[in-house]
């Protein structure tokens, strides 16, 4: 199976010769305000700190993360990332069968079947913008199935309805759901977990993974977090390896959602971004422009195009820009491409190559 995912600048440096602070990067979808002021002065005063090994028990992260989420300590699982949760989550043995709309993220399905869980795709339909199909995604579920669904969805940007999914989760409790918000930060939308009134603690059968790499821009340093009912975040920590969260990540990860003014203006900026992005490509005939929710756009190039996704992605990296062409998504093709929103200066030199390309009009 490709496994080839966005944002692997080191490699495109490696291919190019050119270094990889010089690639402006719209195939990985990072904040475009870049890390909060206050990371750097963080990491450095934590610096002598390293000479220890991480707090095991991260117990300040935990409590600023239950605060944030309205749950808990004791159903908080950090991660280094969301992906290695992800790959743990089989571990607890509670999974039979993993049903997946597609596309979806490909790392759904190989989590699932390098733990030998047979996985069964839902097709999603773009005519109907990669909507969920309820009523027959209903009639499959069976007890021990585990439905695994992004909010939004990555690389289509669909946000599941919020009222049928809590509807599912409450009439199918022998049917666990995973629910993927690594980008749901970026809608302002509530989160499942408040949804799901878990006052009294989670539904027994939900699942939410976090990425926090994205939201504040720092997938090299890795951080994520699942909230899950007690009982099974106690068997997930079990799962990971000791020490996976670093100091540093651990320090950052506690004080990130305290920024509200961070926060705001991020999502003010992706915002009117995306909007501008779209608008930009929705007026040539050469793209469909899918409906967007978080930091990026999922595009399909339309017959008669002058390129495919794959020339197209050749033609802009000779100019230092990569793209995420989306054919090795299930259900996508070369002619879908995935485009991180930027900044407006980046934008902007992407949408001139691409008029120069003859995909776009010039800008007036």
């Not at 490709?2 to 990985?28: C, K, M, V, Y």
């Not at 050749?314 to 929103?341: S, T």
């Amino acid at each position: 199976m490709n496994t080839t995912h966005g944002g692997n600048i080191w490699e495109l440096a490696r291919q190019t010769g050119r270094p990889a602070r010089e690639w402006l990067d719209f195939s990985a979808s990072i904040n475009p305000l870049g890390p909060p002021a206050w990371l750097a002065g963080m990491c450095a005063d934590h610096l002598p700190d390293l000479a220890h090994y991480p707090d095991p028990e991260m117990p300040a992260l935990r409590q600023a993360l239950a605060e944030h989420c309205g749950i808990a300590a004791d159903g908080i699982v950090p991660g280094n990332g969301s992906s290695e949760l992800l790959f743990a989550l089989p571990r607890l043995g509670v999974f039979r069968r993993a049903i997946i709309p597609v596309p979806a993220y490909m790392d759904y399905r190989r989590a699932m079947e390098l733990a030998g869980i047979p996985v069964q795709p839902v097709r999603l339909a773009p005519a109907d913008n990669f909507a969920i199909p309820w009523q027959s995604l209903r009639t499959m579920l069976q007890p021990g199935d585990l439905v695994i669904l992004g909010r939004p969805n990555n690389p289509t940007g669909a946000l599941p309805a919020a009222d049928h999914l809590t509807a599912a989760i409450h009439d199918y409790p022998a049917t666990f759901f995973l629910l993927d918000e690594a980008f749901l930060d970026f809608t302002g939308e509530p989160s499942q977990i408040k949804m799901s009134d878990p006052r009294g603690g989670l539904p027994d059968n939900l699942i939410v993974l976090n990425s926090m790499t994205k939201f504040f821009a720092i997938p090299g340093l890795r951080l994520g977090f699942a909230a899950l009912p007690s009982t099974m975040a106690g068997k997930l920590r079990q799962a990971l390896t000791p020490w996976s969260v670093n100091t540093l990540a651990q320090m950052v990860g506690a004080r990130a959602y305290a920024d509200l003014d961070y926060a705001a203006r991020t999502r003010a900026l992706v915002a009117a971004n995306r909007r501008e992005l779209c608008r930009r490509l929705a007026s040539a005939p050469a793209w469909r422009v899918f409906p967007a929710t978080a930091n990026f756009v999922l595009l399909q190039l339309q017959a008669g195009a002058k390129h495919a996704g794959g020339a197209l992605a050749a033609a802009l990296r000779r100019h230092g820009i990569a793209i995420r062409v989306c054919g090795n998504f299930e259900g996508l093709d070369e002619q879908y491409i995935r485009l991180a929103v930027r900044t407006a200066g980046e934008q902007e030199r992407l949408c001139g190559l691409l008029a120069g390309l003859g995909l776009l009009q010039p800008a007036p």
